[in-house]
């Protein structure tokens, strides 16, 4: 996918619209929002040429604080929307933003469907490890032995190691990053919207009212930059090893990636020689040849 | 109307449907109006299944009760179907050594019944061919049995089976010769004497419902497809998905009901059509993505083809039950279209149309269909290329689309609730498909005016659309056929007026051909609804009132529509013919039931 970098080119303030922002002081969703609106003028991509969809959740406030074709959709349902969006028009950036609740309970069967069939979007998870719209129940993410709303005892199932999950499926490209490194999270959304097929994200994102365990300071001090370090997206092994051990230390970047596999659209042979859009494509359709069989 | 009909039963498995479609198919090369009618178990081999097809002087699309050939695969019809056999009817069976018990002999002998027993297993080894060879035997004496020449069937065979080679055909022709052989030493004088045929009919389509569904979406302009199998839906995806390689459309199955019907409203909120089709506990699931598309004013087209439930039900029955949940089903209130196919013909020509509304007045909409549709087999004359029109209500000229803004998408002054829609992509302001109470641009506005005036604007779609819509049509007799009264008439006296919809239509019409043969001094009309919400009622009032009777059809136990009529415009019925056991309306069987009512 070819995007020009031209100076003349969308401004961050292009991006901006005057509605106020409703999330609490020190949400993680004020620099995420941020890092999306630069990748997107980073790489050139003006608010009419995206399509942004977002599930339901704080994260899903942010739908009605930015500019750009936005669809606020369902609760876990925000994968396959995206989906059937992008196959229709697959020239076109599609992201899908979802939170760790969704995506980890109502939606988890979508994303396990979403990473196998590697369609071409960018997904990037809010994870705060609870659900904060609903005021604080612990999700599939939330720690052990974290008071919570619905869960004063801690939650009685175990945790999901949600990097585990991610890389048996096969992804070709998964990276983490955090809510307070806003240059970072820059670099990262753009490699995700540049990347030939499914680019999972997984934001650590802070959560001041609920959740004390994984904060802003909490992130801070453990997070930090594997690719800085040396790591080599190109290597699963380190990759999946990086991402799925935290427990001294969370790596962050791009964990791994691959441009070599086919995604969804690629694979469907009978799109092989079509030069055109399913969008451009609509018109009363003579079916005289299918009829034949019938005779 | 000259009616025969031939009945083949067996284990699924058996052959039972390549022995229906190669009758079926001869039958319709020769000119006969035929309709084929299945019913078969939820397994995959066994059970208890059968293929009916009757064959008429005029066009039918329904089945009788009674059959004059009936032919049993395996034991179990011997012990259970006999009595569908009409007077001087005829059985051919397989089963060496069957004891018939004295009540069949008795009624063998009541009826006149010919018995025939076709050695397949002994004819099977003098060739040493495999049984899947014994369908062709069986077709043969059956063709033998319908008078007809045997080249026809040759024809057909090479035509089917003349790509597998020689060795293939040519113990295929020696099967047909083993059948007329038996047939004219066992069955000499036993024929059906066939209803007169129409030469003009030989080139129509042989066709179900799903096969005419996906070709009427196909010419719609649909170009993706995303679908969950699910009885009696399934027949529809397999199709798209058989020609994808041709239409080049993209098709998806998806991993749940849900991820369908949201792959198809992403695609459509993109700007392509789409489509998905499910069963009842399907569209269940599908439900709150529907009410998203109302509130986001989205459009979408969802096929809930309908089997008998609740529950699992009668997976592979036929019923419509799922009618008012097709209105009412899912949560909060917004604008929605609901319309119900009847035959291979609409389930083609209504598919334009309905991609039309949904686009045009940015909703979901819901085509109803049944097993009785989906998988019947129907004779159709080749579609009409030139009569659907494409209209998509979406901004593409750029002078207007630099003219807007984002409060244009849903401006709640918008004549008739219909605000503009443009496509992500276009170089225009950009908006917010936003499933949250919205303001004009989808901002969140969780004010009282607000709601208020979205409200409005959404429900206003559906008054729009109702002025919009047809009327439902009114059938009359016309000597051997029946037809759509083409203009409103005042003075329409009738005796009965009948009122219904969907697959009932069929079994409807032939019944009236039958009872208007009989006493041609009745008028019957049939008022035929298509579009079932928003419900037009002012001619329904209009020709209640003219008619002497009023009786409503329906396969439901509640008589769904006859309270939706209700609801809508008080009006009731003075009889409701209701039927609920999972199986269509039969012909003989709706005549009796109109001819014995008692209107007092």
């Known amino acids: 996918m070819s995007i020009p970098l031209d100076s003349n080119g969308p401004s961050v303030h292009d991006y901006t619209c005057a509605t106020e922002c409703t999330w609490c002081d020190g949400c993680g969703d004020y620099g995420i929002m941020a890092a999306a609106k630069r990748a997107l003028t980073d790489l050139g991509i003006a608010p009419h040429e995206v399509l942004l969809c977002f599930d339901i959740g704080c994260h899903g406030n942010m739908s009605d604080k930015m500019l750009g074709y936005r669809i606020h959709g369902l609760h876990g349902r925000v994968l396959p929307l995206a989906a059937g969006a992008k196959l229709a028009n697959p020239t076109m950036p599609v992201i899908a933003f979802g939170g760790d609740g969704a995506s980890f309970s109502e939606g988890v069967n979508h994303l396990v469907h979403s990473i196998r069939s590697h369609y071409p979007i960018t997904f990037i998870l809010h994870n705060n490890a609870n659900f904060g719209l609903t005021q604080g129940q612990a999700s599939s993410l939330t720690w052990q032995n974290q008071p919570m709303n619905t869960s004063p005892n801690g939650i009685p199932e175990d945790t999901i190691s949600p990097m585990d999950f991610i890389f048996s499926l096969k992804p070709t490209f998964v990276a983490r990053t955090w809510s307070g490194d806003i240059p970072q999270m820059t670099r990262v959304f753009k490699e995700a919207i540049n990347h030939r097929g499914f680019a999972f994200v997984d934001v650590l994102q802070a959560c001041p009212t609920y959740n004390k365990f994984a904060s802003h300071e909490w992130l801070l001090e453990h997070c930090y930059d594997a690719n800085t370090e040396g790591h080599d997206p190109s290597d699963l092994d380190a990759g999946r090893k990086i991402a799925c051990d935290t427990a001294e230390r969370v790596g962050c970047g791009i964990l791994y990636k691959t441009e070599d596999i086919p995604h969804f659209y690629e694979r469907l042979s009978p799109r092989h020689n079509i030069k055109t859009t399913p969008v451009e494509e609509v018109k009363i359709t003579d079916v005289s040849d299918l009829m034949k069989e019938f005779v | ?600």
Not at chain 2, 55 to 83: F, P, Q
Not at chain 2, 150 to 171: A, P, R, T, W
Not at chain 2, 403 to 418: F, H, N
Not at chain 2, 578 to 587: A, E, I, S, T
């Open chain 2, 1 to 600: 109307m000259s009616r025969v009909s031939v009945k083949v039963t067996g284990a699924q498995g058996q052959g039972i449907n390549s022995v229906g479609e190669m009758v079926a198919k001869g039958l319709k090369r020769a000119g006969h109006h035929i309709f084929g009618y299945r019913e078969y178990m939820s397994v995959i081999k066994g059970g208890h299944s059968s293929y009916q097809l009757d064959i008429a002087d005029t066009h039918i699309e329904s089945s009788e009760t009674h059959t004059d050939i009936l032919v049993c695969l395996n034991y179990a019809g011997l012990k259970t179907d006999l009595d569908v056999l009409k007077q001087d009817g005829i059985l051919l069976h397989l089963i060496p050594s069957w004891k018939f018990s004295d009540a069949d002999t008795t009624l063998f002998e009541e009826r006149n019944i010919t018995v025939l027993y076709l050695p397949m297993e002994k004819i099977l080894k003098k060739f040493n061919a495999r049984p899947i060879v014994g369908n062709v035997l069986v077709t043969s004496v059956v063709w033998g049995l319908l008078g007809r020449d045997f080249s026809e069937l040759k024809n057909m065979v090479k035509e089917q089976f003349g790509h597998k080679g020689d060795k293939i055909l040519e113990m295929n022709y020696a099967f047909i010769d083993e059948g007329k052989a038996f047939k004219e030493t066992e069955a000499a004088d036993s024929e059906l004497q066939l209803p007169a045929a129409d030469a003009k009919r030989s080139d129509d389509l042989l066709v179900t419902g799903s096969e005419a569904m996906g070709m009427g979406m196909i010419h719609a302009g649909c170009r993706l497809y995303a679908g969950y199998p699910m009885t009696p839906a399934s027949p529809l995806l397999s199709y798209i998905a058989k020609k994808q390689n041709t239409t080049g459309m993209v098709v998806k199955q998806a991993e749940d009901e849900i991820t369908a019907i949201q792959m198809v409203s992403g695609a459509m909120h993109m700007g392509t059509r789409a489509a998905t089709a499910t069963s009842g506990g399907g569209y269940d699931l599908m439900s709150e993505t529907l009410s998203l598309n109302g509130m986001i004013e989205n459009p979408s087209v969802m096929v809930l083809a309908m089997r008998q439930g609740p529950s699992t039900g009668l997976p592979t029955w036929s019923g419509q039950g799922d009618m008012l949940l097709s209105i009412f089903g899912s949560h909060g209130e917004y604008p929605r279209l609901v319309a119900a196919v009847s035959d291979a013909e609409d389930s083609f020509t209504l598919m334009p149309d309905i991609f039309n509304y949904a686009e045009e007045y940015q909703l979901p909409v819901t085509v109803l269909t049944d097993k009785h549709i989906a998988e019947g087999l129907f004779m159709q004359p080749p579609y009409d290329m030139k009569k659907a029109k494409l209209k998509r209500g979406i901004v593409t000229d750029q002078k207007e689309l630099d003219q807007l803004k984002s409060t244009d998408r849903y401006d709640p002054l918008a004549e008739g609730g219909v605000s503009p829609r443009w496509l992500p992509g276009s170089k225009a302001a950009t908006y917010n498909a936003q499933g949250d109470e919205h303001d004009a641009a989808g901002n969140v506005d969780e004010s009282g005016e607000n709601a208020i005036a979205q409200m409005d604007k959404r429900m206003k779609k559906m008054k729009t659309l109702k002025a919009a819509l047809p009327h439902p049509d009114m059938y009359i007799v016309d000597g051997n056929t029946c037809k759509v009264l083409s203009n409103e008439t005042t003075d329409l006296s009738m005796d009965i007026l009948i009122v219904s919809w969907g697959s009932n239509k069929g079994c409807i019409l032939d019944t009236m051909k039958e009872l208007q043969s009989q006493d041609p001094s009745l008028k019957i009309v049939y008022m035929h609804y298509t579009y079932l919400w928003p419900l037009k009622t002012g001619w329904l009032k209009k020709y209640a009132a003219l008619a002497k009777k009023t009786v409503f059809v329906e396969s439901t136990y509640q008589g769904q529509l006859a309270k939706l009529i209700k609801m809508e415009s008080g009006i009731t019925f003075d009889q409701q013919i209701l039927k609920y056991d999972g199986r269509p309306f039969f012909v003989d069987e709706l005549q009796k039931k109109i001819v014995t009512m008692n209107f007092s």
